[in-house]
């Protein structure tokens, strides 16, 4: 049996050099690929919600994936229809967004399939593609904005309406057809995409469109979307893209001109007020005719457009945009979001941000040169720290959260931290960062109120609790700091909160990965699955993978003692347990704690 990294290589390397692939669909015999895909879904928090089926993560076997190995060998292999659910939109709680939930065995092949499309496409997308791909994300799509955007004069905003549910699937299975020259493996892809989803218990057709929320769903989105990447850099942006240099602008070649005349007669104070008006002006032509630009950037859905030229352009190059993705995708932009936007009276939103080109003649380098005009600047919207403070106030002030008075003050102080946190991290390339200080005051605020009233005390007293002041790069700084003493030789626990440097970093690295990419390198969960021993009994027979949402799930409550399998797993802090059948079967029977464990 190959290893999955070894498969996948093989694959990548077609992928480089541009040739299909044959017989693909017998790579989904191969065990390993079901153990990296295991590896790497167990831990997302859905792999415990079941779908159209009781099934989950819980129950993870060998067996399960011979099953499904075997269904595959004989093309008996059938998908099951998604439960859809509806969740609110970022933008508003009365827009709600479906979400489609596939049992687990489909959530395994379809990781398996996903892994297949990624290392062949990978090396093929544009590189102005940062959505849903490794080692990319929403920073380094505005790291490339602040790159490629200096001088731009107009912002193109595209947003594609519904995307994921008005992929065609003919347009697909096209594409996947000219790389992979394999029916049986696009037979089985159009099986998935075409299976159907359940909205309140009923049966309904998918006749368009990947379910957002399945695995292969993004994957899916970036092959056809790569098509409208290839377009744009191949046939948009050539067209806008000429010039070497603007030629320079008259006026200012004048006035320079003047001001070396006006410094050979030694008339320093007409120098002195030539060179301030020419410093007023561009020194080359802004309106230059032979001279364009045009860069481009894609996130998922989501494009944005910089061009160097006049609003005309700029309004043909979305019409093109537009009549493309209608012609030979099939897709078309949403209106609303589709804007043409001067870059530096109006401010174009990408991902979460505020973006503009930053004019200040005031400012000048150490050799007295305009070192701002043209830049692009990134800002966070007044609008989110609107709605970030209001999550924590009530008629304007900030408030308790009454949810949060049952936790722990350590488990409390740590979520308000991860909140605040992340917020910071995500907006660390605004220049406008350091307005989160009311964002900081108001979590605060809300935060000692609610251990105030956990422990039916005042905030004054809170604060001289677990008031504390951390080291930080930026020296000493005042938290409000909980420590948790445990028994030798553990260390104890520390959460604070506050303490997040609010400085302006443009070209900051930030992590948008949640979880570490798997390698040959197998995981610590698949390994323990291969060793085919119960951890509780020791046998050796129908080893299967128990697991729980959280680990507070292992907290007993009364004073009856711990069960064994709960004692093991919190002594090791982890969610899964290897356990035989029968062991797996007396802990959900509850024939080790007395009542059934709600998984």
Request: glycine share 6%; aromatic share 10%; hydrophobic share 35%.
């Amino acid at each position: 049996m190959r290893n999955a990294e070894t498969i996948l290589n093989i694959i990548r390397k077609r992928g480089q050099r541009g040739l299909p692939v044959q017989d693909v669909y017998r790579l989904l015999y191969q065990r390993d690929l079901y153990l990296r895909a295991y590896g790497k879904l167990y831990r997302n928090k859905g792999a415990m919600t079941e779908g159209v089926t009781p099934e989950t993560v819980d129950g993870m076997s060998l067996e399960k994936i011979e099953t499904i190995i075997n269904l595959l060998r004989n093309e008996r292999y059938r998908w099951t229809p998604v439960r859809r659910i509806f969740i609110p939109k970022k933008k508003g709680k009365t827009k709600l967004r479906p979400l489609g939930l596939p049992s687990w065995s489909d959530k395994l092949l379809q990781e398996v399939i996903r892994s297949i499309l990624e290392a062949y496409y990978e090396p093929q997308f544009s590189d102005h593609s940062h959505g849903f791909r490794p080692k990319r994300g929403c920073h380094t799509a505005l790291r490339e904005v602040m790159q490629k955007g200096k001088g731009t004069k107009w912002f193109i905003e595209g947003d594609l309406c519904a995307c994921f549910d008005k992929i065609d699937h003919s347009i697909l299975l096209n594409i996947l057809q000219e790389s992979f020259h394999d029916n049986r493996f696009t037979r089985l892809l159009s099986g998935l995409l075409k299976a159907g989803y359940l909205e309140d218990w009923k049966f309904n057709n998918t006749f368009s469109g990947a379910a957002q929320g399945s695995v292969a769903g993004p994957i899916f989105s970036n092959i056809v979307l790569n098509r409208l990447d290839k377009y744009v850099e191949e046939q948009i942006i050539p067209v806008y893209t000429r010039g070497s240099r603007r030629k320079t602008n008259p006026p200012y070649v004048r006035l320079t001109m003047q001001a070396t005349e006006a410094r050979r007669k030694n008339d320093w104070e007409r120098v002195h007020r030539l060179n301030q008006q020419a410093q007023s002006m561009p020194s080359r032509d802004p309106n230059d005719p032979n001279f364009r630009r045009l860069w481009y950037v894609r996130y998922a859905d989501d494009f944005l457009l910089g061009l160097i030229g006049p609003k005309n352009e700029a309004m043909v190059i979305k019409q093109k945009i537009s009549e493309f993705l209608s012609r030979d995708l099939k897709l078309e932009l949403n209106a609303e979001k589709t804007l043409v936007t001067h870059a530096r009276n109006q401010k174009a939103k990408f991902l979460g941000y505020e973006i503009h080109a930053l004019y200040d003649n005031s400012k000048h380098d150490h050799r007295g040169q305009r070192c701002i005009n043209g830049s692009i600047g990134l800002r966070i919207p007044h609008k989110v720290k609107q709605e970030k403070c209001a999550k924590y106030m009530k008629h304007g002030k900030p408030k308790h959260i009454p949810q949060r008075i049952i936790d722990e003050a350590y488990s409390t102080v740590s979520q308000y931290q991860a909140e605040y946190r992340g917020i910071v991290q995500y907006y660390r390339m605004a220049y406008n960062l350091h307005t989160l200080n009311k964002l900081k005051y108001v979590m605060e605020v809300s935060l000692v109120q609610t251990l105030a009233n956990k422990y039916k005390t005042t905030c004054p007293k809170i604060y001289k609790r677990y008031g504390a002041k951390i080291m930080t790069e930026e020296g000493e700084r005042k938290v409000l700091l909980v420590k948790v003493e445990r028994t030798a030789p553990k260390k104890p626990l520390i959460a604070h909160f506050g303490g997040v440097s609010l400085k302006w970093n443009k070209w900051v690295s930030v992590n948008d990965n949640l979880t570490e990419p798997i390698w040959s390198k197998r995981s610590e969960v698949v390994q323990r699955l291969l060793a085919q021993e119960c951890e509780l009994c020791g046998s050796h027979k129908n080893i299967e993978m128990h697991h729980i949402r959280k680990l507070t799930d292992l907290k007993q409550s009364g004073r009856t003692a711990q069960p064994e399998w709960k004692r093991r797993m919190s002594a090791r802090r982890r969610k899964s347990l290897a356990v035989c059948q029968t062991c797996h079967q007396d802990i959900h029977y509850g024939k080790y704690d007395g009542r059934k464990l709600s998984a």
